[in-house]
């Protein structure tokens, strides 16, 4: 009798289905992203900033691409906690290496790519880390396109890539007055402080997540998903078609890997294309992005980031296979 009360299945049904699943799944990294901004916001001294980054920008641009290993973070919470980094001074371009690195060089990511790929028993058995082919090349070549990227933003200054707010808002706690107030104010005021500012930044950064993920659940569900089995076994379509997929799909960088390894069509440097371009580039990031960066900038992004992942995932994973084998 129950069952025969079901509402019949629907595009409306399949879309909210969708729509629900993404947020039930990146809501939590959202909220944990912007408490921890809210955190940096009240209790991080910006003086450490200066204490523990190297003076030397190529250097500190490229310390911040291991970041990511002591602050794990997904692309869902790094946006948030970015914004609060560059307001607190960090460098722009360490910022931006921090953001596209963190959600691949970290270690859930690590173990969650182990495991997906079959690759945890290899490490962990008689075999060596260089069994561990895929999770090798996949941090290695986030870490490389992340400091590349990096490098080429330390040349720019912070007005040609941040939105006018933001970087009017930037430097505000390393001035001897913000400095002075934050250490007069006590815990419960930082706490209360810290949360309001969390708050404010979750409304900010949900607005732009939701926006992405009503597109993604609508591909997800009414675009015939057979389409891309037409074009994975064409060597100049697998990799473009899989990024774009990687785009779409919105994943979590933590659970992405369970998607990819099954996918028995595309080659592995494909599956490495869409583990790393993924993690830095989706539709809810790109709406995420703009609420940070100026819209050229943010299609400067995609547009480098899907040519440069794309030109170096073939190479990248036939390097990684030679170095295991040795």
Same mark, same amino acid.
């Given at each position: ?124 058995? @008689?075999? !060596? +880390? ?6 090798? #090349?996949?941090? $290695?070549?986030?870490? &490389? ?93 697998? @990799?473009? !078609? +899989? ?6 799909? #919105?994943?979590? $960088?933590?659970?992405? &890997? ?69």
């Amino acid at each position: 009798m129950f069952f025969a009360a079901l509402p019949e299945p629907s595009r409306l049904g399949d879309v909210l289905m969708a729509f629900l699943s993404i947020v039930f799944e990146g809501a939590p990294y959202i909220l944990v992203g912007t408490v921890l901004s809210g955190l940096i916001a009240a209790f991080l001294d910006s003086r450490l900033l200066d204490r523990v980054l190297p003076k030397n920008g190529v250097l500190s641009t490229l310390v911040a691409g291991v970041l990511g290993l002591v602050f794990p973070v997904c692309e869902c919470a790094v946006v948030p906690v970015i914004k609060r980094l560059v307001q607190k001074g960090l460098p722009v371009s360490c910022a931006v290496t921090y953001m596209l690195a963190a959600p691949i060089m970290n270690p859930i990511v690590a173990v969650s790519t182990l495991t997906a790929f079959k690759e945890f028993q290899l490490v962990t058995g @008689l075999g !060596s +880390i260089g069994n561990a082919t895929m999770t090798i #090349s996949r941090l $290695s070549l986030g870490y &490389a396109v992340a400091v590349i990227v990096g490098l080429i933003v330390l040349r720019l200054r912070p007005e040609q890539i941040l939105k006018p707010r933001i970087v009017e808002s930037m430097g505000r706690g390393r001035t001897p007055e913000g400095q002075a107030h934050s250490q007069a104010a006590g815990f419960n005021a930082r706490l209360v402080h810290a949360m309001r500012a969390a708050m404010g930044d979750f409304l900010d950064t949900s607005m732009y997540f939701v926006i992405g993920v009503i597109i993604t659940s609508v591909f997800n569900t009414q675009v015939d998903q057979s389409i891309l089995n037409s074009v994975a076994g064409n060597e100049w379509l697998a @990799l473009p !078609s +899989i990024m774009g997929l990687a785009v779409v799909l #919105s994943l979590c $960088s933590t659970s992405d &890997a369970f998607i990819a390894a099954p996918m028995a069509v595309f080659s592995m440097a494909a599956k490495l294309a869409f583990l790393v371009f993924g993690p830095m580039m989706d539709i809810k990031l790109l709406f995420m992005y703009s609420g940070v960066f100026r819209r050229r900038v943010v299609l400067a992004l995609l547009i480098g980031l899907f040519i440069l992942v794309g030109a170096l995932s073939e190479p990248w994973m036939m390097m990684i296979q030679k170095l295991a084998t040795k």
